[in-house]
């Protein structure tokens, strides 16, 4: 635990700074305090958000898309990557197919996922899951490759079936490789979900739709107050993740 | 290895399995004709066509057989047929450029800006220190989340566009140049001290070279999000470009242009993923690497 004395202030400089010269010009309105909205509206606002279920019931909601999403997608993946990485005639299968759909950019998918799947929470938990998919199966890929011979010799010797080769030799060996694919997987699939939020506009509740609903309405405070909270989430669930995986592999010794 | 009878009973008393000389991993099959390369090639050219053949397939039975109506998933055909067409009126061309332009210009300023305060960041420990716990706030918010802000600011038009995409590609370079810096090997900075370079000649000599491919990694994570913001503000709110063309069809229910844009971003984002790596063996050829 860092003491007070080598707490590192100087990160806080900056934001500090420009806090202050932020509230500093709307309340001496330099900007027009119609766009540019004093801090402390943000926070007022803010405040009259958290008593209203609405708010809750979106975060809710967009967390429930995002890890059921997630979820999918991971497990899906890390099924693809094993059997890619360990079979070579399902890597020359799937591989030519899945480095050539890994080319269209992401978003691209959506319009042909609404077509398809419509606008409602299906399609959105199938693109949260899809946009997870790739970079866990590469990861799984990169960590059953790095499965050491010596290792799979030794499962040999004790004559392991299938399925303890799997439990017992390749995920603990990949394991590094596919948390870290994992935490990787958990920024994009909220990148996704806010996405997803802003593209397939429908009736339901998300913090996406609040901070679109602060768009329309021309209510800058909502949209920060939703920005925050947005960044927030994510913030929290990358250091939540760090943490896990920390824990997760603390069997392996530091490289240094 | 040979295990006698006695072997096999002690072994099966105590529930193990003697291990069995298994058939080590062999090379692939060689098909042993005079050009047995070109046929491994064209073996594995097939394999990997397989899948998208089946999807090709799969897809023309369900359009032939009406299991999923025509407005939802034309026929390749009628894919086809679009195709043609929009190449044809040229529309596909002004589109296509408007999309490259926004993506270049915001990845030149993204990514020079990025640059800059990489290099900052990893060469003075000041300057990190006050401006990277910020950066890493501002990662967090993913580029889409600053987009509606950036709407009542800037407006619809180009501005907006070519901003989304440098913040998009800004970040990503930054962190990664001064990651690639930091991981230069002291020894190399003591040897250009030890010659007393410059400041300028140590960049250009030392640590330029030695930074390159995490500099073009870092290049390439922020090509990656710069077309993923490209592609989204155009879905988002625009009037021209690939995403416009992807939103507008869709809300004709033309599903088939729909897919050839996908198709030409997906080979446009080949192109550009090529061109990378021609220009890292261009620059970067001298390494010589274990694998």
Known sequence: MKSLESWNWRGWVLPVFLLAVWQLATAQHWVNTKLIVPPIGVLTTGLKQVTQTDFYVGIVLSLGRDIGGFVAGALAGVALGVVVGVSSLADRVLSPTFHAARQISLFAWLPLLSALAGTGELSRVIFIAFSVLYPVALGTIEGVRSVSTGHREVARVYGFTHWQLLRRLILPSAAPQILGSLRLALIIAWMATIGAEFLLVNDTTGLGEIVFKGRRAFDVELILFGLLIIGLIGGSAGQLASRLETHWLRWRAPIR | ?291
Request: aromatic share 8%; proline share 5%; hydrophobic share 55%.
């Open chain 2, 1 to 291: 290895m040979n295990a006698s009878v006695d072997d096999a009973a002690i072994f099966a008393r105590q529930g193990l399995q003697i291990a069995q000389p298994v058939a080590r991993h062999v090379a692939q099959p060689r098909l042993s004709t005079r050009f047995g390369w070109l046929a491994q090639y064209a073996a594995n050219a097939g394999l990997g066509l397989l899948l998208p053949g089946l999807l090709l397939a799969l897809w023309s039975v369900t359009c032939q057989r009406h299991w999923v109506a025509e407005q939802i998933l034309p026929p390749p055909a009628a894919v086809v047929d679009a195709l043609y067409e929009v190449v044809q009126s040229d529309e596909l061309l002004t589109h296509v450029r408007i999309t490259l332009f926004r993506l270049a210009s915001g990845l030149l300023i993204g990514g020079s800006v990025g640059l800059v305060l990489g290099f900052g960041m990893a060469l003075s420990e000041r300057v990190k220190a006050y401006v990277l716990p910020s950066f890493q706030w501002l990662a967090q918010l993913p580029v889409l989340g600053w987009i509606p802000l950036l709407i009542i600011f800037v407006g619809i038009e180009e501005p907006l566009k070519v901003s989304v995409v440098s913040i998009a590609a800004c970040v990503p370079m930054s962190l990664g140049s001064m990651n690639a810096i930091r991981n230069i090997p002291r020894n190399l900075v003591e040897v250009g001290r030890v010659f007393q370079f410059s400041v300028w000649q140590l960049i250009r000599r030392v640590v330029l070279p030695a930074a390159a491919p995490g500099l073009f990694t870092a290049l390439r994570q922020s090509v990656t999000q710069a077309w993923l913001a490209v592609i989204f503000v155009e879905l988002l709110s625009s009037s021209e470009g690939l995403g416009f063309l992807m939103a507008y069809s869709r809300s004709l229910a033309q599903i088939d242009l729909v897919i050839v844009a996908m198709l030409v971003i997906g080979v446009l984002g080949l192109l550009i993923e090529g061109a990378l790596q021609l220009l890292e063996q261009g620059l970067l050829g001298w390494r010589r690497s274990v694998f």
